[in-house]
Each structure stands twice: as C-alpha cells, then as structure tokens.
C-alpha cells in the first residue's frame, strides 16, 4: 500500500501492516509494549493526544468498538483522512482537551490513552482527575521525555484512583534514563469484571454504620504497613478529591441479633471504604449489587 506522507507529523511514526514506514525507534517500541490482543475486543477507546492517530487505529484494527482520537495538531486532518484510506470507522477531533467543552460532552471510555502528555498540561491534577472520572478500565500513561518518570506517574497515582499499575518499560530505544519515556498500564481491579453489569446501577449513598466493617480494621492497620506508599497516595486523593469511584456492596441476609446493624457487605473498594472511615466520612457513595448470598 504506497501512502502519501503529506500532512503527517513527523513526530509519530506512520504503520502499515504493523510495520513502521520511517523507523521512528519510539513509536515502535511503544506499540510493542501494549497487548493489543487482550485489551481492546469490544471495548471503547480514546486517545488524548493522538498526533498522526496510529494508536487509535491500531485499536479499531485489535477490535475496538468506539474509537476516539484528540489533538489541537492539524495533522488530525490526516489522520482522519488516513482512517478513511483504510475503510475504519475512527474518529478524529481537533480539540483542547482542557477545553470546556470537551470535558463536559465526552462521554466515559473502557481504555484512555495519555501518552507523554502531562507536562503539556496546563492542569495536570485536574486532567488527572478527569480521566480517572471517565476510564471504566485500562488507563496506558507514557511519562514525559525530560520529566522524571517516577514523579510523573508518583502525580497519576496521587490524583487517580486505579487499583493496580504495572510498569511496561521505556518506551524508546534510545533513551533509558530516568528522565526518559516510560509506559505504564493502570487499571481497574474487582469493578473490571463486573463492570457491564454494574454500568446502570445508579448510585446511592449509605450510611457508612449500615455497611459491614469491623473485620476491616485489621486490614486497614496491615494495608499501612504492608503498602504505605500506596496508602498515603491514596489517602492524600481521597482527602483532596473525595471518593470519586463508588464502592460496590451487596444487601446481606438480615440477622436477628440486635446490635448487628449491618445491612450491606462490601464487594469492590475495600481499601476505599476503610480510608473512608478512618476520615471520619458518615455516609459514602455506593453502588448495591444483587450479588447471591448463601443462607
């Protein structure tokens, strides 16, 4: 397939057949690094930032549904025509991502891409705190070239609230220091399983009381000594942002004895709620499920 490169950045590598076109060594190892088999069948994506939009159209080609790629860079205009060259139904908008609009009409995505974007940002935490409010499941974070990779995602963690991050390695051959580009995958825990089922349930908030806790204390007290980096991290967010993820309960067989208030038994976001506790919080957003319980 011969392309014409006109109107491409020279940024972002251009790929045919999973073959680079120009050798870009970051792009390439970039792409190598994300398991296109397994993340993207059936799910949502968007790009922030997408340049020439090869991310966002590798998705569509693993299988995506809804595919969304962003940039204030002109060369949206061919990547959009590019998509089209390839009979892919990709869509391409020339927007901020800051913008008000943006943020106020685009809807939640299962996968977001923010790939060596943050120092670009003229909010960084509250982008942070965006994008944590609309990926259901997989966030893919490139840190910066010139920006310590450490500091960069140690500002992901702080201002999201994913349950896991693994780090997926440098992203360019060229550069392996710690000021150099790094990939890493955050993603959702329990909620990732159940979350088609539990995308309609509305929210309610429970009185913190009605939800079963004492056998969360231990865990709180080994959760500080175990994981204190991730438990000040997360507590430094909550105490900034609130919970901005409910946690997920089911309703628990009703017992006879008096003092035995408990009427909800935590399902997903355990390290949430005993955070929520120790703060003092007297009711918390939660998301009841009809999840079986045994008599």
């Known amino acids: 397939m011969n392309i014409n490169l006109t109107g491409f950045s020279s940024y972002q590598d251009i790929f045919i057949e999973g073959k680079p076109l120009r050798g870009s060594g970051r792009s390439a190892k970039r792409m190598g690094l994300i398991d296109w088999k397994k993340d993207f069948l059936g799910r949502s994506v968007l790009d922030i930032g997408c340049?020439?939009?090869?991310?966002?159209?590798?998705?569509?080609?693993?299988?995506?549904?809804?595919?969304?790629?962003?940039?204030?860079?002109?060369?949206?205009?061919?990547?959009?025509?590019?998509?089209?060259?390839l009979n892919l139904d990709v869509e391409f908008w020339q927007l901020d991502c800051e913008?008000?609009?943006?943020?106020?009409?685009?809807?939640s995505f299962d996968i977001i891409f923010f790939c060596a974007m943050l120092s670009h940002m003229r909010d960084g935490p509250n982008m942070l705190q965006w994008i944590d409010a609309h990926c259901k499941k997989i966030l893919y974070f490139e840190s910066n070239s010139f920006q310590n990779f450490e500091r960069q995602?140690?500002?992901?963690?702080?201002?999201t609230t994913f349950d896991g991050c693994k780090d997926l390695g440098f992203s360019q051959e060229t550069q392996k220091g710690k000021d150099?580009?790094?990939?890493?995958?955050?993603?959702?825990g329990g909620r990732?399983?159940?979350?088609?089922?539990?995308?309609?349930i509305p929210i309610t908030f429970l009185p913190i009381e009605q939800i079963r806790h004492a056998h969360l204390i231990q865990r709180l007290v080994s959760f500080k000594k175990t994981e204190p980096i991730r438990y000040r991290l997360l507590l430094e967010s909550i105490?900034?942002?609130?919970?901005?993820?409910?946690?997920?309960?089911?309703?628990?067989?009703?017992?006879?004895?008096?003092?035995?208030?408990?009427?909800?038994?935590?399902?997903?976001?355990?390290?949430?709620?005993?955070?929520?506790?120790?703060?003092?919080?007297?009711?918390?957003?939660?998301?009841?499920?009809?999840?079986?319980?045994?008599?």
């Open 239 to 295: 105490e900034k942002h609130g919970l901005t993820t409910p946690v997920i309960v089911y309703k628990q067989v009703p017992l006879s004895t008096s003092w035995f208030k408990a009427k909800y038994s935590g399902l997903e976001g355990g390290h949430r709620f005993m955070i929520a506790l120790e703060l003092g919080y007297k009711e918390i957003p939660c998301k009841i499920v009809p999840v079986p319980v045994r008599k």
């Open 51 to 85: 340049n020439n939009g090869m991310l966002a159209i590798k998705a569509k080609l693993s299988g995506a549904t809804r595919v969304v790629g962003l940039d204030i860079d002109p060369c949206i205009s061919r990547a959009r025509e590019f998509a089209d060259e």
């Open 99 to 107: 913008s008000k609009e943006f943020r106020q009409f685009t809807q």
């Open 180 to 188: 150099s580009h790094r990939l890493f995958k955050l993603i959702r």
């Open 192 to 200: 990732d399983k159940y979350l088609a089922e539990w995308d309609d």
């Open 153 to 159: 995602i140690g500002h992901v963690k702080k201002n």
